[in-house]
C-alpha cells in the first residue's frame, strides 16, 4: 500500500495562483511524495506491476483547482465548513456519490490525491 499526490494537481496551483501566499500554506501535503502518471507508471513497470486503474478522490479536500486563488483564511474556513457539513447525512451521501460518479471519471489533475490499482504483470 503506497500514496502518491498529484503533481498535476500541484502543477495547476503553481501556474494558477494568484498570490504567493497559497503555495506557501495551501498545501501542507508532506506525508507522501507527489507524482504524475507516466512516473507512477514507470515505476510500477519496474516492480512488474501494471497498472489497472488511476482515478482522483477526495475532490473537496486540499484542491488547488478552487483552492488556488484563495487566500489560507479562506481555505481554513471553506475546509471548518466542508467538514462541518459532511457531518449531515445528506451531504455525506452527495459527496459520496460526486467523488463515485463525478470525479473517478475526471483527470487526475482535478484533486491533489489520487487512488491507484495495480496487479502483477
Given at each position: 500500500?503506497?500514496?502518491?499526490?498529484?503533481?498535476?494537481n500541484t502543477d495547476f496551483l503553481k501556474s494558477n495562483r494568484k498570490n504567493s501566499e497559497v503555495t506557501s500554506n495551501f498545501f501542507a501535503l508532506n506525508y507522501a511524495p507527489f507524482a504524475n502518471e507516466k512516473q507512477?507508471?514507470?515505476?510500477?513497470n519496474r516492480l512488474g506491476?501494471?497498472?489497472?486503474?488511476?482515478?482522483?478522490?477526495?475532490?473537496f479536500t486540499a484542491n488547488?483547482?478552487?483552492g488556488c486563488n484563495l487566500t489560507k483564511n479562506q481555505v481554513d474556513n471553506f475546509t471548518e465548513q466542508?467538514?462541518?457539513a459532511v457531518?449531515?447525512?445528506?451531504?455525506m451521501n452527495f459527496v459520496k456519490m460526486f467523488?463515485?460518479?463525478?470525479?473517478?471519471?475526471?483527470?487526475?489533475?482535478?484533486?491533489v490525491t489520487m487512488i491507484i490499482k495495480l496487479?502483477?504483470?
Amino acid at each position: 500500500m503506497f500514496n502518491f499526490l498529484s503533481s498535476e494537481n500541484t502543477d495547476f496551483l503553481k501556474s494558477n495562483r494568484k498570490n504567493s501566499e497559497v503555495t506557501s500554506n495551501f498545501f501542507a501535503l508532506n506525508y507522501a511524495p507527489f507524482a504524475n502518471e507516466k512516473q507512477i507508471e514507470e515505476v510500477a513497470n519496474r516492480l512488474g506491476l501494471r497498472v489497472e486503474a488511476m482515478y482522483p478522490y477526495n475532490f473537496f479536500t486540499a484542491n488547488s483547482m478552487f483552492g488556488c486563488n484563495l487566500t489560507k483564511n479562506q481555505v481554513d474556513n471553506f475546509t471548518e465548513q466542508f467538514n462541518e457539513a459532511v457531518k449531515n447525512q445528506h451531504v455525506m451521501n452527495f459527496v459520496k456519490m460526486f467523488e463515485e460518479n463525478i470525479v473517478r471519471s475526471m483527470p487526475i489533475a482535478c484533486s491533489v490525491t489520487m487512488i491507484i490499482k495495480l496487479r502483477k504483470s
